[in-house]
């Protein structure tokens, strides 16, 4: 156990719930598929991360809880960003839901500029 932390096999009653562990899969399968899609292996990105593999092959699987958030935006960082496209929905959880009913501002807002840059510019205008 860590001086100041928690050690890696304590993990809180959160993990029993089952929307948690669903967006640890789900983030985990981000992870590989952006990791595949480099043609990397776990061992490569543990190389260039200085995480272990092992610690990276139980994130990709939805099992790795503790990992501190420097190290994961290290992760993060060295492969270019996650890899979200994944075509299934959730079969469970709060954030289909809150998808579906409640609009996002930022991709209203990123639609709004979309718009007002496919308009055409009045005639006489600079």
């Known amino acids: 156990m860590y001086e100041c932390g ?3 096999d ?7 719930d089952p929307h948690v562990q669903n967006g640890m899969e789900l983030l985990g399968a981000a ?3 952006r990791r595949r899609r480099l043609g990397w292996t776990q061992a490569e990105v543990g190389r260039r991360t200085g995480i272990n593999q ?8 939805g ?8 190290r994961f935006a290290l ?3 060295t492969l270019g960003g996650l890899d979200f496209d994944d075509p299934r929905l959730p079969v469970h959880g709060l954030g289909l ?10 991709i209203q807002r990123l639609a709004e500029l979309a718009a ?7 005639d006489g205008a600079v």
């Open 31 to 33: 992870i590989k598929r």
């Open 6 to 8: 928690v050690s890696w």
């Open 10 to 16: 304590e993990v809180g009653g959160w993990r029993a």
């Open 97 to 106: 839901h809150h998808q579906l009913t409640t609009p996002n501002p930022y």
């Open 116 to 122: 007002l840059a496919a308009e055409p510019e009045p």
């Open 75 to 77: 992760l993060i960082d």
């Open 54 to 61: 092992a610690i990276i092959s139980r994130l990709e699987n």
């Open 63 to 70: 099992r790795r809880f503790g990992l501190r958030w420097p």
